[in-house]
């Protein structure tokens, strides 16, 4: 359970210090044509990703 708290608190910090950036970060994903649904399809199986390995390592 911790390790959940601990990662909702990291996304959580992460999604502060980027929203002043919010502007650049959509020129980036125009310049590579993707749209924002894209990405988030892209960030979602990334997050599944990164899951899995993080269940690997504890179990």
Known sequence: MKIIS???????CLYFFTK???NEIEGMLK???LSTFDAL???HIEGMAIGG??????S
């Open 6 to 12: 601990v990662y909702i608190l990291i996304v959580v």
């Open 41 to 43: 399809w892209l960030t």
């Open 31 to 33: 310049k590579l044509n």
């Open 20 to 22: 002043p950036y919010a």
């Open 53 to 58: 390995i993080i269940m690997l390592i504890i």
